[in-house]
């Protein structure tokens, strides 16, 4: 991979960290709300994840390839995340969801 892909790809996850909303304890007011705002963050990682997978592999003849598959994947990715965050992801969840309502005890003392 060149340093030039490489540098492309981290101002991109940079840009991509920038935009996405920071987490509010002080805003989420139950439990409920704290495991979805958990599990939105890890489908969030999870979707990076799976778009960098897809990274090194060319277009599939099976789905028509060509540029428009390429355009699509990362709504692919997105939606894989989503799923597997669903599904039980990978525990980041859980470790966002004890973050969340440690700060919030913080907040309420």
């Known amino acids: ?4 892909s490489l ?3 981290y101002d991109q996850a940079a840009l991509a960290a920038r ?3 920071a987490i509010d304890p002080a805003k989420i007011k139950s439990r409920e709300q704290a ?3 958990a599990e939105e963050f890890e489908a969030m990682f999870l979707s990076l994840v799976v778009e960098e997978m897809f990274t090194g592999l060319d277009a599939s003849n099976m789905f028509g390839g060509g540029n428009a ?3 699509y994947r990362s709504m692919m990715a997105e939606e894989y995340g ?3 965050a ?3 992801g990978v525990g980041i969840a ?3 969801m004890t973050e969340i309502l440690k700060l919030q005890e913080q907040a309420g003392q």
Do not use: L, Y
Request: hydrophobic share 35%.
């Open 1 to 4: 991979m060149e340093m030039a």
């Open 7 to 9: 540098d492309f790809q």
């Open 19 to 21: 935009k996405a909303p």
């Open 35 to 37: 495991r979805e705002t």
């Open 69 to 71: 598959e390429k355009m």
């Open 82 to 84: 989503k799923s597997m």
């Open 86 to 88: 669903k599904n039980g």
């Open 94 to 96: 859980d470790m966002v």
